[in-house]
């Protein structure tokens, strides 16, 4: 059973330019979370995404920055003119149900973005 | 609001020596307090602990929760130059489907 994928590892992107993460979860797990890393600091929550739902994006910037987790295929986090501030590691986590408090979140390699 | 904090931020520590790892949590109705490594690359789950008092143990590895006093800690003994890492303590927070408040990491480095 392959843990969480995520791809790429590492991306660069210009300033204006488009960021896309994907994320496919553990098999029988439709739970996805996308945690950012910035720089010496702790995972901060963006969003959490059953197939085909947005359920709590309240992490999300308000501009810029989207996510979806299609029926089929991975979930995908996307920025939008990205700027040097969106620098950082993006973390997916999956969970086979609702984190009620009594199950984990397995997490991805993560996605490394840097903007020159 | 919900907060979660670590001590120490960051320690240096021999080979064979013992860490302690300090998180403590302001959150309303806590289920849950999950502790990870992370080594560059994915946080791994160590451990979850939803009772106060009961010692959960993997290896050299340990972790107790008190839910009167509001805090966590990891035990690492006899450690070795694997155990380097950033420690993440989290918190699931509840009504908020599933969502976790993690502390900032403390950096454990192991010299020989």
């Known amino acids: 059973n392959a843990g969480v994928m995520q791809n790429p590892r590492h991306l660069v992107r210009r300033r204006g330019q488009e960021a896309r993460l994907r994320c496919s979860p553990m098999?029988?797990?439709?739970?996805v979370y996308w945690y950012r890393q910035l720089p010496e600091e702790g995972l901060k929550f963006m969003v959490y995404?059953?197939?085909?739902?947005?359920?709590?994006e309240s992490g999300m910037p308000k501009e810029r920055f989207s996510a979806e987790f299609p029926k089929e295929g991975p979930s995908i986090l996307r920025i939008q003119q990205v700027v040097r501030g969106d620098s950082a590691a993006y973390f997916c986590?999956?969970?086979?149900?609702?984190?009620?408090?009594?199950?984990?979140?397995?997490f991805g390699q993560g996605t490394r973005l840097t903007v020159v | 609001e919900d907060k979660v904090v670590q001590s120490p931020l960051s320690l240096v520590v021999h080979e064979g020596d013992t860490v302690t790892l300090n998180c403590s949590y302001e959150?309303?109705?806590?289920?849950?307090l999950l502790w990870y490594k992370q080594e560059k690359k994915a946080p791994t789950f160590l451990f979850m602990l939803?009772?106060?008092?009961i010692e959960k143990k993997s290896g050299r590895l340990s972790s107790i929760l008190d839910k009167k006093e509001l805090f966590s800690i990891l035990n690492i003994t006899a450690t070795q130059t694997g155990d380097s890492a950033i420690y993440l303590c989290?918190?699931?927070?509840?009504?908020?489907?599933?969502?976790?408040?993690f502390g900032a990491g403390t950096q454990v480095v192991v010299t020989p």
């Open positions: 986590a999956s969970s086979p149900r609702l984190l009620t408090g009594f199950t984990e979140a397995f």
């Open positions: 098999k029988g797990h439709s739970h």
């Open positions: 995404l059953q197939k085909e739902n947005i359920i709590d």
């Open positions: 959150v309303t109705n806590f289920r849950s």
């Open positions: 939803t009772s106060s008092g």
């Open positions: 989290a918190v699931g927070i509840p009504d908020s489907w599933g969502k976790l408040q």
